[in-house]
């Protein structure tokens, strides 16, 4: 099983549901789509990886490029996440760089308003 994803936007914030797997297969198609729509906007993306079953190196790396690209847009990417999600994430120390949330509702109260 490949990535499969929806897009929501709100006012704020683009909102993606992603299931699947975040792996060297999907991550360049992954990449180039969320990056394209970062510079579409809005500008602060919520990732919702709670359904995720598996992230390698290359789906944190396609992570941290993502949140780089947010930040250089003056948006934020947050990470709604699972135990698994979490567990690569803490792994390589990277838990605050790509600010985790519990739950969807965590981080669209963290979006900051105009």
């Known amino acids: 099983m490949s990535l499969r994803g929806t897009r929501e936007v709100r006012d704020s914030c683009q909102l993606f549901r992603l ?10 198609t992954f990449r180039k789509v969320l990056g394209a729509k970062i510079e579409e906007g809005p500008k602060n993306i919520i990732l919702d990886l709670s359904q995720i079953d598996f992230v390698d190196s290359s789906g ?3 992570l941290v490029q993502l ?20 567990q ?7 838990e605050k760089f790509l600010s985790l949330q519990v ?5 669209l109260a963290n979006i900051p308003t105009a």
Do not use: H
């Open 19 to 28: 299931t699947g797997l975040l792996d060297a297969f999907s991550e360049p």
């Open 88 to 94: 690569t994430v803490k792994l390589v120390r990277l």
């Open 60 to 62: 944190l790396g396609a």
């Open 103 to 107: 739950t969807v509702e965590a981080a």
């Open 67 to 86: 949140a780089k690209q947010a930040q250089t847009a003056e948006g934020t990417l947050q990470i709604v996440t699972n135990a698994r999600v979490t």
